[in-house]
């Protein structure tokens, strides 16, 4: 059997999608939820894909403007977010999506993040410096059992060029993510895609860092810890809502009203207490591959647990 996740590779060299296109973070939009009241916006990275075989459809859209409000939320639900495959329960059309966690889900093991700062590290583009800031900046935020201040602050990207981290990341999820893809996680991805279920990665990691993986899977929709960035590179700060706890619920809540989705035919998958929301959600959860006293909570709950290798 052909080894998961480690795409196909055309004579001109580099990873491809199942379904051909080139993994480029251009070819998957990173919906960014800066509003959550009704009638709100979002925004739609755009796609370079060209690629006649890629899913993702080629529909560049510009920053609204206020005035354009409403004719940019119909476009883009026209050319971007309603592409959402449905299925009928009695008389009622419901559209699905199945919300998946990566880290420790779809990717078993260590996390990305902590993966990709090995990575800079092995490539000498951080150091000691970076790593004492980041345990200073944790240490200053006890209680020490908490791993909060870590994921509300990246000191080890501040004053780093996007450009740079964004090429560093291509490479690093060819090398350290796609080979070591959960077999069973991918099965149940297809099988959702089978059914015709929207794929939606929503995942704590940073959101260059889920872009070549969500196009190798060819998904669309990824809900991904943003950094802040300006001219000067990084900040070394998130945007809010962090996909975490009680952030996930809230962007799968706005993703929902902008897409027609019910919640309560949807699918989510988790693996630790930030994902506690997040499942409690949906109408069909699962916790997967259980840690920090998740498999309590989810017999507590009632939800299904499954080992995925």
């Known amino acids: 059997m052909k080894k998961p996740g480690r ?3 055309g004579a001109e060299g580099g990873t491809r ?3 051909g ?6 070819n998957v939009r990173v919906y960014q939820f800066h509003h959550f009241g009704a009638g709100r916006i979002i925004e739609v990275g755009q796609n370079a894909c060209q690629s006649t075989a890629c899913p993702v459809e080629s529909a560049p859209l510009s920053k609204p403007t206020a005035s354009s409000a409403t004719a940019h939320h119909n476009r883009a639900g026209d050319q971007v977010l309603a592409s959402f495959q449905t299925s009928t329960t009695g008389r009622r059309t419901v559209k699905i999506a199945a919300f998946f966690d990566v880290d420790n889900t779809l990717l078993p093991g260590t996390p990305s993040e902590v993966r990709f700062f090995r990575y800079l590290w092995r490539a000498g583009v951080v150091g000691w410096r970076e790593a004492g800031a980041s345990l200073w900046w944790w240490l200053r935020h006890v209680p020490p059992v908490s791993l909060q201040p870590l994921r509300e602050r990246k000191l080890y990207l501040t004053g780093k060029h996007p450009a740079e981290m964004v090429s560093l990341a291509e490479a690093f999820c060819r090398a350290e993510v796609l080979p070591f893809l959960s077999v ?5 991805l297809d099988a959702h895609r089978r059914e ?3 794929i939606v990665l929503i995942t704590g990691s940073l959101d260059f860092l889920i872009q070549p993986l969500a196009a190798f899977l060819a998904v669309k929709a990824v809900l991904a810890a943003r950094p802040e960035r300006t001219v000067a590179g990084f900040t070394g700060r998130l945007v809010a809502p962090l996909p975490y706890g009680d952030g996930k619920r809230r962007l799968m809540a706005a993703f929902a009203r902008q897409n027609g989705l019910d919640l309560g035919e949807c699918y989510a998958y988790g693996d630790s207490p930030g994902d506690v929301e997040a499942l409690r959600a949906v109408g069909h959860p699962m916790v997967v591959n259980p840690i920090r006293g998740m498999a309590r909570i989810a017999r507590r709950h009632g939800w299904p647990i499954v080992r995925w290798k």
């Open 7 to 9: 795409g196909r590779v």
């Open 17 to 19: 999608t199942p379904t």
């Open 21 to 26: 296109c080139p993994i480029r973070p251009s």
């Open 184 to 188: 069973d996680g991918l099965a149940k």
């Open 196 to 198: 015709g279920h929207e």
